[in-house]
T-cell receptor, first 115, second 111 residues
Framework: EPEVTQTPSHQVTQMGQEVILRCVPISNHLYFYWYRQILGQKVEFLVSFYNNEISEKSEIFDDQFSVERPDGSNFTLKIRSTKLEDSAMYFC?????????????FGPGTRLTVL | RKEVEQDPGPFNVPEGATVAFNCTYS??????FFWYRQDCRKEPKLLMS???SGNEDGRFTAQLNRASQYISLLIRDSKLSDSATYLCVVRETGGYNKLIFGAGTRLAVHP
């Protein structure tokens, strides 16, 4: 069964450093997302991406964040200058189409720890 | 008011029990509704979509009341493997597909 993959599974970084989290969505999917989950809290939407541009972003997704689809398979989330409060699990998701009861498939996540 | 509210639990039930989870959402324009399951430190996985007429998938039954902005999930004949956190999830009309998650209700099924 096709699945979303993410690397690395765990990233430890120093405050102020840049990190890039990588995702490979399911191959025929057209819509891509990043969510995050701070330990013990709910899953929060960060950004959605379609047709090589951001279609929606949340208040969390400030100028420190960016997304890119550098090639036909990868989808990346970059945090330019990490803060302690960026420590969380970051989930990538993809879907074939938008809207309705269309399912978003989640990757296993990258645990980001900012020291 | 939180967008999606759930009782955090935990619900501790014996195997074979029936357990019900409730959820309310604040935006009456919400379009689609789901229950996701999340195991500890894992990704959310879709359990079932929730339709206006209610729907059933094996031991799981979901109900939606749009007038009350209320969603429920009923699990019959609980198994040990049902132990997880159950996330109530809403997609709003006009949104570009973003999902809004509740904080989840934790279920622990014991022998």
């Amino acid at each position: 069964e096709p699945e979303v993959t993410q690397t690395p599974s765990h990233q430890v970084t120093q405050m102020g450093q840049e990190v890039i989290l990588r995702c490979v969505p399911i191959s025929n999917h057209l819509y891509f997302y990043w969510y995050r989950q701070i330990l013990g809290q709910k899953v929060e939407f960060l950004v959605s991406f379609y047709n090589n541009e951001i279609s929606e972003k949340s208040e969390i997704f400030d100028d420190q964040f960016s997304v890119e689809r550098p090639d036909g398979s990868n989808f990346t989330l970059k945090i330019r200058s990490t803060k302690l409060e960026d420590s969380a699990m970051y989930f990538c998701a993809s879907s074939e189409i938008a809207g309705g009861t269309n399912e978003q498939f989640f990757g296993p996540g990258t645990r980001l720890t900012v020291l | 008011r939180k967008e999606v509210e759930q009782d955090p639990g935990p619900f501790n039930v014996p195997e074979g029990a029936t357990v019900a989870f409730n959820c309310t959402y604040s935006n009456s324009a919400s379009q689609s509704f789901f229950w996701y399951r999340q195991d500890c430190r894992k990704e959310p996985k879709l359990l079932m979509s929730v339709y206006s007429s209610g729907n059933e998938d094996g031991r799981f039954t979901a109900q939606l009341n749009r007038a009350s902005q209320y969603i429920s999930l009923l699990i019959r004949d609980s198994k040990l493997s049902d132990s997880a956190t159950y996330l109530c999830v809403v997609r709003e009309t006009g949104g570009y597909n973003k999902l809004i998650f509740g904080a989840g209700t934790r279920l622990a099924v014991h022998p």
